[in-house]
């Protein structure tokens, strides 16, 4: 997946309408630069990233849109769900896992910090403030295992995640409409298993 800079119109367009979500935080198109990422489970948003390059360190709100409306992305699943019931979500065998990815890196989660691990040896190198790694919303985890209910369209995965800080192997559910459940089903130790 590859991000999308916009062009300085766009970006004067996106700072503008963004305005009201960022009043404490000065963008100004002279030293923020706005960049869009299409996602394989929308079909109509994208994720955009402003960022304010005049602050030290700089500065990113991240944001899913249609180009038109801004829903920043405060921690919580209430954007995504709101994009889910607004635009539909497409979740596929194909984009269950770019989905988690996506889901783990933007939900902040009662049980601290989510990620999918490329497999359970990546836990001992990996930086959960890493957002090179955090961000790589197509890294498939192995192993994996991906089923889905056809009857409700519920899909189960089970793959190793560092689960706050913790290798583990978790089960986890996404329904049809987006929820997310993730359940630890065993500790891993680093491929020892």
């Keep these: 997946m590859i991000w999308h800079r916009l062009d ?34 929308y079909e109509t948003f994208l994720l955009y990233r402003l960022t304010n390059f005049s602050s030290l360190p700089t500065f990113s709100m991240d944001f899913l849109s249609d180009g038109d409306t801004y829903f920043y992305m405060d921690g919580s699943d209430a ?8 635009a539909g979500l497409k979740i596929t065998k194909e984009t269950v896992i770019p989905y988690l990815n996506f889901y783990y890196c933007f939900v902040r989660l009662p049980e601290g910090e989510i990620i999918l691990l490329k497999s359970p040896e990546e836990a001992a190198i ?35 995640v560092l689960y706050d800080g913790s290798p583990m192997e978790a089960v986890i559910t996404v329904t049809k409409d987006g929820r997310v459940t993730t359940t630890p089903k065993r500790m891993l130790t680093m491929g020892l298993n």
């Design 8 to 41: 300085r119109e766009k970006t004067v367009s996106m700072i503008a309408r963004v305005k009201p979500t960022t009043q404490s935080i000065t963008f100004s198109p002279a030293t923020s630069e706005a960049k869009c990422l299409k996602l394989p489970f």
């Design 126 to 160: 990996i930086d959960l403030y890493d957002e090179e790694r955090r961000e790589e919303f197509g890294a498939v985890p192995t192993p994996i295992d991906i089923s889905e209910d056809i009857q409700t369209g519920t899909f189960s995965v089970t793959a190793p």
């Design 79 to 86: 954007p995504i769900q709101k994009i889910n019931a607004q």
